[in-house]
């Protein structure tokens, strides 16, 4: 029977101020295009459907989300218009109300109008509005002739769109993605009501419970014939307690082992996102992390770099001070050692007698710059003193080469002990003062090593704060704060208890394959019993439900294969009906998935892939919005006859672009098979507040169509605060 | 699927023809009234299964079956 919306009417509901006949829209039976501005009224004329339907409106809660509303106390106060909760007085009342009124065709093609009315008695209540349980009517117009209808109300609003199907014909497109199930039971309830599955699926229920049943009645039959004969009760009793652990139990346990491990699943799938970015959040902290411990420890080797020298200077033990110490030696020796050459010097002057005073003068002198025997030989044969640049005389080269050369050439005081002495003394000298520097040169080293070391390490650890500077730089700063550890903890959980209930399953499947194995023995240990006629009778056709329970099965799981596959082949064409010549949607496709649970039931899963087969949950934005329409018209041409309820949209194409929207809307005008109410803003220019390009290329595509109609609401000129709804385009 | 054709699929599963309707040759052609009259016990269980009963309906007609 298909149901056609002719007109809905608005009582003091949100904006819309004013009676029922005041705030009327009215409807044709083709596409119905509403196009108003932001904030005009087009969701709330959603809402009187959605709360006409199913009690509840959409609202928008602080932080922008949507969420399903009852009326109450909380919200009404939204709801009431608000000139009109404004001028209440106390104990005043006002109504809300929502009038519909919608035709109804029957096999016959007999047509049926059907009024409902769903109203709420506000009442100022001090400070508050108080709202009363909704007040509701149905009528019917028989020929303008209004009476009250026999039905109820509930059994009336279900006409318009059943209730379990109201996600796919009454959306709202903001929120498509929360408020129309894409997977899990709420698409299957769909599914299964929307398509004659629903039938098999039945039957196949009842194939399994028949099958149940008549090992129940096979025991009883067995129990019974047994009584006689102990050895074959026991037997039988140890059969059939077998039989009930085998079904009852391990079975059941089997099914909920596997619901937790869909549970361990879906939380998974769920957080898995949030847990690899708090994964990699906690990667990032812990590299962090490593270059703040790493960089401690070079400190921590510095400052113990720092302590020791520290100690070096303040520990007399220590070479440091021995050093300072060696030092004064030094001094102290080099006093010696010049006092020593001086003695020395003047001891080999005493030595000679033969030296006059003045020779000795002059020796003293060039005793002080040491000159070597060879420049006296030279002068000598130049004839001339280097020092006085005089000519020598006779008896000056005499003296020089008797005295002079022999004695530098220490060949004159060979035999002298004191002066032998004296040079071992020197040697003596020179190898202290080799000890010396080489204790000092030790010092040096051990001191330059602690140096050393603390440079180095002040490197090292200059280099590592670069690294963790630029390691920051590029992946971004993380603070513990940073880190979901709840959807990490949460996910690794789900982790462990899928493995876990995965384990405890396979030990489930192994008691279970033991258990039958224990069965079979024990059957063909009783095989040879004496039976009844009735009791061989009751095993057959017990045997017969069980393969018929697996027929069965077969049969539902190629039914819902094929019905998956025909979704998945429909929801494309749709999907790229609604994209077409978009680039950008060329490569992406929808995805049908289904699986049969280990309770039997079936899964689907539907989403948008790229063309290697990635889910494109992630991306958001306009191919969901797509996905979500072209599975909506999808379901619904799949359903055919079945389903010919009034699709109404609130922002359908909310999500995508002018070109995609403007091919939305005129495929739809070509191709809606049920009556469409689109409501939208895509289509009006806010700035001057009328149709803009698209919307007017619409009008004229509708002008064309005698059952489509464009209605726009703007607010009232001569009252700003009410609205005025207009035909654009009447039929 | 309606239930002449859950009806048709079962017994034109090849394995459950062979074993417990030999005599049905032409699966297309029945459906769930032809059943009511089979003299076939596994026939009689499937019309229980298919026809539309409440559990305490389908569990008299089961014990029926056996007596």
């Given amino acids: ?731 | 699927m309606n239930i002449d054709e859950i009806l048709r699929k079962i017994l034109a599963n090849p394995e459950l023809n062979k074993r417990y309707w030999p005599e049905i040759k032409n699966p297309e052609s029945q459906n769930l009234n032809t059943l009511i009259m089979s003299q076939n016990v596994y026939l009689k269980y499937l019309h229980i299964v298919l026809s539309d009963q409440n559990d305490n309906t389908r569990n008299n007609s089961l014990s029926n079956l056996l007596n």
Avoid at chain 1, 497 to 506: G, L, T, V
């Fill in chain 1, 1 to 731: 029977m298909a149901v056609v919306i002719k007109k809905i009417e608005l009582n003091n509901w949100f904006g819309y101020k004013g009676s029922y006949d005041e705030n009327t829209f009215e409807f044709s039976d083709g596409v119905n295009i509403i196009v108003a501005s932001n904030d005009v009224g087009k969701s709330k004329l959603h809402n009187a459907f959605r709360w006409i339907v199913s009690d509840k409106v959409i609202l928008k809660d602080k932080e922008n989300k949507y969420s399903l509303e009852d009326i109450d106390l909380n919200t009404v106060s939204e709801i009431l218009n608000h000139d009109i909760r404004n001028q209440l007085k106390n104990e005043e009342t006002a109504t809300i109300g929502v009038r519909l009124t919608f035709e109804e065709i029957d096999r016959r093609g007999d047509t049926f109008n059907r009024i409902i009315t769903k109203e709420l008695i506000c009442k100022k209540d001090v400070n508050r509005i108080t709202v009363s349980n909704p007040i509701t009517k149905v009528q019917r117009n028989e020929r303008g002739n209004i009476r009250t209808a026999p039905e109820s109300f509930e059994e009336v609003k279900n006409k318009i769109i059943r209730q379990n199907l109201k996600d796919f014909f009454l959306v709202q497109g903001e929120s498509l993605e929360h408020l129309t199930p894409l997977k899990g039971e709420s698409l299957r309830t769909t599914i299964n009501n929307l398509v004659s599955i629903n039938e098999l699926d039945k039957k196949c229920d009842t194939s399994i419970k028949m099958a149940k049943k008549i090992t129940l009645l096979r025991q009883d039959i067995e129990k019974a014939e047994d009584s006689k004969n102990a050895q074959a009760s026991s037997n039988t009793k140890r059969k059939n307690d077998l039989e009930n652990d085998i079904i009852d139990i391990i079975e059941n346990q089997l099914i909920d082992v596997q619901n937790f491990i869909d549970e361990s699943e879906r939380i998974i799938i769920k957080f898995k996102g949030q847990a690899e970015i708090a994964k990699n959040q906690k990667g990032l902290k812990q590299r962090i992390d490593d270059f703040n411990k790493k960089i401690n420890t070079k400190e921590g080797i510095i400052n113990s770099g720092y302590k020791r020298l520290v100690e070096n200077f303040i520990n007399r033990d220590f070479y440091l001070s021995k050093l300072t110490n060696d030092q004064v030696e030094k001094i102290n020796l080099n006093k010696f050692k010049s006092y020593f050459r001086d003695f020395s010097a003047l001891r080999r002057t005493e030595l000679n007698d033969a030296l006059s005073v003045e020779e000795q003068k002059m020796l003293y002198a060039l005793q002080k710059d040491q000159p070597s025997p060879q420049i006296l030989e030279q002068m000598l044969i130049e004839g001339t003193c280097y020092v006085c640049s005089n000519d020598l005389n006779e008896k000056s080269r005499i003296y020089m080469n008797e005295k002079l050369i022999p004695y530098f050439r220490n060949e004159l005081n060979k035999n002298d002990d004191e002066l032998n002495k004296y040079d071992e003394l020197n040697s003596i000298y020179l190898k202290l003062e080799g000890y010396l520097n080489k204790f000092n040169h030790f010092d040096s080293n051990y001191l330059q090593k602690i140096i050393d070391d603390i440079v180095e390490n002040e490197n090292s650890k200059r280099e590592l704060e670069f690294d963790k500077d630029d390691f920051i730089k590029e992946n971004g700063m993380v603070d513990d704060n940073d880190i979901d550890n709840i959807s990490l903890e949460t996910y690794d959980n789900a982790i462990r208890d899928k493995s876990k209930f995965s384990e405890n399953k396979i030990n489930l499947e192994n008691k279970l394959t033991s258990k039958e194995r224990e069965l079979t023995e024990i059957k063909l240990t009783t095989i040879n019993k004496e039976e009844s006629s009735k009791l061989k009778k009751s095993k057959e056709i017990e045997q017969f439900g069980i393969d018929l329970k697996n027929v069965f099965l077969e049969i539902k799981k190629e039914a819902y294969e094929n019905f998956a596959s025909d979704l998945e082949i429909i929801t494309n064409n749709k999907f790229k009906a609604f994209s077409e010549d978009n680039s950008k949607f060329k490569n992406q496709s929808i995805k049908v998935d289904f699986s049969i649970n280990h309770a039997g039931n079936p899964d689907f899963e539907i989403k948008v892939i790229d063309q290697v087969g990635n889910n494109l949950k992630q991306g958001g934005g306009a191919s969901q919005a797509l996905r979500q329409l072209a599975v909506i018209f999808g379901l619904i041409e799949k359903a055919g006859g079945n389903v010919d309820y009034p699709f109404i949209a609130d922002a359908p194409t909310s999500n995508m672009t002018h070109t995609l929207s403007e091919h939305f809307f005129n495929y739809q005008l070509k191709n809606a098979t049920t009556q469409n109410i689109l409501i939208t803003k895509e289509l009006w220019n806010d700035q001057k507040n009328t149709l803009n390009d698209i919307g007017e290329r619409i009008l004229k595509n509708i002008e064309e169509i005698e059952n489509a109609k464009m209605i726009s609401i703007v607010f009232n000129e001569n009252e700003k605060k009410k609205v005025r709804i207009e035909n654009l385009k009447n039929i």
